[in-house]
């Protein structure tokens, strides 16, 4: 591939990246970082791309694995924090501070919801109803079978459903949405 194909490339999926890294982790300024990532990966991955058809599905392949590798530093990263004598240092509040001005307590409460699924089942309902891609362009970017998707995707809604009934003034979009047959 060359430059300008991958230009191309970059400039059609982009905002599409970074809208699913957004949802996935819930940070704008991460979901840049992503982004970012997930580019520079499909520069060094770009001979494996088989066709036009699936690319916005690998490139979500590829942040979806961006993701789960950041976390799984930061979750060690904080590991090895834990492990360090605590400081005598005052604390900073300010960024908690920050969090709760900026958070809702729908947006807050959809993603602790979120949050309560299992990884793989909330992957496939980022992917399939947030980001639009279709049953089996998740199963391509998350490298299992279309009747997996189908399954995750079921049981992601259901669980959603149950997490979610208690909440006061539960808008219709904020049920789960579906998309084609299950």
């Given at each position: 591939?060359?430059h300008?194909?991958?230009?191309?490339?970059?400039?059609?999926?982009?905002?599409?990246?970074y809208?699913?890294?957004?949802?996935?982790t819930g940070?704008p300024?991460g979901?840049?970082?992503?982004?970012?990532?997930?580019?520079?990966e499909a520069w060094?991955?770009?001979?494996?791309?088989?066709?036009?058809a699936?690319e916005r599905?690998?490139?979500?392949?590829?942040?979806?694995?961006?993701?789960?590798n950041?976390r799984?530093?930061?979750?060690?990263?904080?590991?090895?924090?834990?492990?360090l004598?605590?400081s005598?240092a005052?604390?900073?509040?300010a960024?908690?501070v920050?969090?709760?001005?900026?958070d809702?307590?729908r947006?807050?409460?959809a993603?602790?919801?979120?949050?309560?699924?299992?990884r793989?089942?909330r992957?496939?309902?980022?992917?399939?109803?947030?980001?639009g891609?279709?049953?089996?362009?998740?199963?391509?970017?998350?490298?299992v079978?279309?009747g997996?998707?189908?399954?995750?995707?079921?049981?992601?809604?259901a669980?959603?459903?149950?997490?979610?009934?208690?909440l006061?003034?539960?808008?219709?979009a904020?049920r789960?949405?579906?998309?084609g047959?299950p």
């Amino acid at each position: 591939m060359d430059h300008q194909l991958f230009a191309d490339l970059y400039a059609a999926h982009a905002r599409a990246v970074y809208a699913h890294a957004v949802r996935m982790t819930g940070d704008p300024a991460g979901a840049e970082d992503v982004v970012s990532l997930t580019f520079l990966e499909a520069w060094r991955l770009r001979d494996s791309l088989d066709g036009v058809a699936y690319e916005r599905a690998w490139l979500f392949g590829i942040a979806t694995n961006v993701i789960r590798n950041t976390r799984r530093a930061a979750r060690r990263h904080r590991e090895a924090m834990a492990r360090l004598p605590p400081s005598d240092a005052v604390p900073d509040f300010a960024d908690a501070v920050v969090s709760r001005i900026a958070d809702s307590d729908r947006a807050g409460a959809a993603l602790a919801a979120l949050d309560r699924l299992r990884r793989a089942d909330r992957e496939v309902l980022l992917l399939s109803v947030w980001s639009g891609l279709s049953h089996e362009e998740v199963a391509r970017a998350c490298g299992v079978a279309v009747g997996t998707v189908r399954s995750r995707l079921s049981r992601a809604r259901a669980r959603l459903a149950k997490l979610t009934a208690d909440l006061p003034d539960r808008p219709q979009a904020a049920r789960p949405a579906t998309q084609g047959t299950p």
